[in-house]
Structure formats: C-alpha cells, structure tokens
C-alpha cells in the first residue's frame, strides 16, 4: 500500500473503533483506545507505554493509567469483536459468498460449516538485559 492509501484509512479505522464504544463507560478511556490500537500499529520500534503515548502527544502517566486502572468491559470487546468477524466474514453454512461477501443464490460452499482462521501473533522478543523479567515472552 502506498503512504496515502494507508493515511486513507483514518476515517474507516475510527469507525471500527466505534463499534466498541459502548466497553468504555468514559469518553476519555475510549479516546485512549484509539490512540492504544494506533500505537500498536504504527512504525514506533518499541510498543511500550511510554513512547506510544509521546507519540501522540498524551501524558505518558495518563496513558498508564488507561492501561491499568481505567474501567472498560473486556468481554463485551471481546464479544463485538467476534460478532463483527462472523457478520463480516463468516457466510452462514450452506451459503455461499463471493469475494465482495454478496451471496452466489443456488451455490454452496465446498463444506457446511463456515471457517475463518485468525492468526493472533503478540509475542515481542524483548530487548535489553537490565529490567527484570527481559526475556522472550509468549
């Protein structure tokens, strides 16, 4: 993707961010999401705290207390989540889809049931030797 396709994305990245708008009885903890899931995404070497939140321009203390103390609903993100995906991506059994999710009428699937697979990989080797518990983590 080019830099303006990826910059496109803002407004659509937002709006799939709302979906879980109703986790945070906050606004500022929700406001704090999108600046979390934008760190994590970004080209920062290190995903920590502390540079995601200089990044943005956020108090780096704040940030913290997001991550830690601020009260949101983990399942219910969780749960709209895997809801989106089904919605999205996931054809009920015995209907077929084509590749804009538009149904195909009289057309069935090669199986019955419908398959998504996800890849979850969040391991980050860590560098450094100083800090505790530095250590390849999974």
């Given at each position: ?24 009885p906050?606004?500022?903890?929700f ?35 997001f ?22 991506h ?5 209907e ?18 419908g ?12 560098k ?11």
């Amino acid at each position: 993707m080019t830099v303006d396709q990826v910059a496109g994305l803002g407004p659509a990245f937002t709006s799939f961010l709302g979906v879980f708008r109703g986790c945070f009885p906050r606004r500022e903890s929700f406001a704090h999401l999108g600046t979390y899931a934008r760190g994590l995404l970004s080209d920062l070497p290190r995903k920590s705290v502390e540079p995601m939140a200089l990044a943005a321009g956020t108090a780096v203390r704040t940030f913290q207390e997001f991550l830690t103390h601020h009260a949101w609903d983990h399942d219910g993100v969780l749960e709209r989540l895997q809801r989106r995906i089904v919605e999205r991506h996931l054809p009920v059994p015995g209907e077929a889809r084509d590749f804009g999710g538009a149904r195909v009428p009289g057309v069935r699937p090669n199986d019955d049931v419908g398959v998504v697979g996800l890849i979850d990989e969040t391991s980050v080797v860590k560098k450094g030797d100083k800090t505790p518990g530095v250590q390849r983590q999974y």
